[in-house]
């Protein structure tokens, strides 16, 4: 099984700052490696696929880099509305995985 | 405009069973890789089940042997039928599609406790 381990597990972030997700896969997926945001008592939301490319309606601030092992979510300026959990998830192999989330907090 | 809707879920006894449904519109579930992840209270995701465009069907080993997953073609519908359950199967079910689970369903709370 790949372990996707992302860190840190939460932030505390102001906005208009910039924050960056790291995921760490266990061992190479290429890069089938993608981002999803849930808020509090929603279903999770696809921000980022195949490492980098931007999923349809996502805002602009939302970029993803990576390959192989290392990937990188990076939000440019923080808005309040970008509170919430992220993860990573692999579709790589069986059985697929997710990262255990990154919390941002709007301080 | 795809969207999944799920339905079934409720409180049920340890041992007993449930089925849970993904109605789907905007998109044809035979035609796509469909998957079922779950949200257990206060924690992550936890990826459960597969079932690809070809009818073959994958699980988690926390439910191999217990769940299956299952389409019913004629009607854009995704099931998950869960038997056996326990208490740590207590979760949020949700399915999503395609590989990049770019489209979620609203989730349905499966309680399992006595």
């Known amino acids: 099984e790949i372990v996707l381990t992302q860190s840190p597990d939460f932030q505390s972030v102001t906005p208009k700052e910039k924050v960056t997700i790291t995921c760490r896969a266990s061992?190479?997926?290429?890069?089938?490696l993608h981002w999803y945001q849930q808020k509090p008592d929603q279903s999770p939301k696809l921000l980022i696929k195949y490492a980098s490319q931007s999923f349809s309606g996502v805002p602009s601030r939302f970029s993803g880099s990576g390959s192989g092992t290392d990937f990188t979510l990076t939000i440019n300026s923080l808005e309040a509305e970008d509170a919430a959990t992220y993860y990573c998830h692999q579709s790589t192999s069986l059985p697929e995985t997710f990262g255990q989330g990154t919390k941002v907090e709007i301080k | 405009e795809v969207q999944l809707v799920e339905s079934g879920g409720g409180l049920v006894q340890p041992g007993g069973s449930l089925r849970l449904s993904c109605a789907a519109s905007g998109f044809t579930v035979s035609n796509n890789y469909m998957s079922w992840v779950r949200q257990a209270p206060g924690k992550g995701l936890e990826w459960v089940s597969v079932i690809y465009s070809g009818g073959s069907t994958y699980y988690a080993d926390a439910v191999k042997g217990r769940f299956t997953t299952s389409r019913d073609n004629s009607k854009n519908t995704l099931f998950l039928q869960m038997n056996s359950l326990r208490p740590e199967d207590t979760a949020v079910y949700y399915c999503?599609?395609?590989?990049?689970?770019?489209?979620w369903g609203q989730g349905t709370l499966v309680t399992v406790s006595s």
């Open positions: 061992q190479s997926i290429g890069s089938n």
């Open positions: 999503a599609s395609r590989s990049t689970l770019d489209c």
